[in-house]
């Protein structure tokens, strides 16, 4: 199982959020790129970058952050959300370097948008489901849609698309665990990847999601515990990739 560090950017710095809420962020470092090379030193694998001004904004506005975090460390792995709304944005991210990019809000709204974008820009689309209850958050999670997450991840399996981050936005930033049984009902209803995402907290989360790898769990994102100390990185990671 693969172990992905985040980097939610704000305002060029590396921030995180409780529950998605722009008013409720916590300041980590003022320096992104040095913070995705603390993780690549631990061994990281792929970077999970947000533009947390560009989901709200609804187009990139950390863009030079990404590029510049994508220049420094050419070897790993890069996935980024925030403010793609378009084909040419996913175009310059792509043309940046960057491997996959994640569409969350325009894929619940224009859901035909999917089949496009997963036309033109095969293996590097993926689709970021965020949750409440079943239902799925979109706008920086300031609104919740009538959509089933199931429906809508079958669907965009349909489509074409490489894997689907799934976030329990109850547990985003909360550090309270991972909600293993929607995770995992969720992975058995689809053939394609899920990412776990939101309120891993201790190596516990990470024993639990190993146990749901068979079902289609592929990898799972991690934050606040990274940067308050409840998770060790690197021993996380070892410990993710036994499974």
Known sequence: ??????IDLKDGKCVRLRQGRMEDDTVFSDDPVAVAGRWVAEGAKRLHLVDLDGAFAGMPRNAETIHAIRQTYPDVQIQVGGGIRDEETIQGYL???VDFVIVGTKAVSAPHFVSDIAAEFPSHIIIGLDAKDGKVAIDGWSKLSHHDVIDLAQKFEEDGVEAIVYTDITRDGMMRGVNIEATARLARAIRIPVIASGGITNLDDI???GEIVGDGVMGAITGR???EGTLDFE?????AETF
């Not at 199982?1 to 985040?6: D, E, F, G, S, V």
């Not at 021993?235 to 410990?239: E, F, G, I, S």
Request: charged content about 15%; overall charge positive; cysteine-free.
């Open 207 to 209: 024993r639990a999601l």
């Open 1 to 6: 199982m693969l172990l992905i560090p985040a």
């Open 225 to 227: 515990a990274i940067y």
């Open 95 to 97: 043309n940046a370097g």
């Open 235 to 239: 021993q996380a990671r070892k410990l």
